[in-house]
């Protein structure tokens, strides 16, 4: 499995990021990847059919001008920024058939991380859909999501450790599709952040899945994030025409 720990100058970059390694996945048949990136303000980030008007206090980001983006993947509405640690799996499922079922795949794949996170001295368990969380208090600190190609997945996810928790009350509404185990709590009462260094984190997710080689952003790589920037761009456009139209 190759690391790529490359955090790119934009919040929408690094999203597409993401979905330009799938697609070189697809094309190419390239070996595993374990991405790490992080942004330094704050951002907010829709779910592929996440309802903005329904999680999002849009003028509240208007007026402290905070982003608010749409990823490929599925899952909630999430904000991101510093002291937020996302990280990336891009997975064949040749190699690694637990893929092929969806909820095996949350397990497989985040079981790995609570046993890892286990050995670190972080008290946690995997709780359905896809969350991992504390278990002093059930309080979660990594959510994830995936967008699934024809022989890949994209599995991506976030560690809180150094948030400002305060964030995601200001900006974001409570959902109204909620986990189980939330029961009915407050943001603030609900997640938390781990107390471990971002460098340790990283060596979990290293160790969780036995990654090893390093590698930068290829040009290769460039080139399709500027195609998918392109295609964006476009799609936006024409959605603006059309609503003058």
């Not at 980030?45 to 993947?73: H, M, Q, T, Y």
């Not at 890892?116 to 990594?142: A, N």
Request: aromatic residues 12%; contains cysteine; glycine residues 8%.
């Amino acid at each position: 499995m190759i690391i790529k720990d490359v955090s790119l100058d934009t919040p929408e970059d690094n999203l597409l990021y993401d979905e330009a390694l799938l697609l070189l996945a697809e094309r190419n048949n390239t070996e595993d990847i374990l991405r790490f990136w992080e942004f330094s303000g704050p951002f907010v980030v829709l779910g592929k059919v996440s309802d903005e008007g329904k999680d999002v206090f849009i003028n509240a980001c208007a007026e402290d001008k905070i982003p608010v983006l749409r990823r490929s993947s599925g899952g909630g509405t999430v904000i991101l920024g510093k002291g937020c640690l996302n990280y990336s799996l891009i997975l064949s499922k040749k190699r690694n058939p637990y893929l092929n079922n969806i909820t095996r795949s949350y397990h497989e794949i985040l079981g790995k991380l609570i046993e890892s996170f286990i050995k670190g001295g972080i008290g946690c368990g995997f709780f359905p859909t896809c969350d991992i969380v504390l278990l002093d208090g059930y309080k979660k600190f990594s959510g994830n999501a995936q967008k699934r190609g024809r022989d890949f997945v994209l599995h991506h996810g976030t560690v809180l450790y150094d948030f400002d928790l305060s964030l995601i009350s200001k900006y974001l509404m409570i959902p109204e599709d909620q986990p189980q185990y939330r029961n009915n709590r407050k943001h603030e009462d609900f997640v938390a952040n781990i107390s471990l260094p971002i460098w340790q984190i990283k060596e979990i997710f290293i160790s969780a899945f036995g990654a090893k080689e390093f590698s930068d952003i290829t040009e290769q790589e460039l080139s399709y994030l500027d195609y998918l920037k392109r295609v964006k761009a476009e799609k936006e456009l024409a959605f603006s025409e059309s609503s003058f139209a």
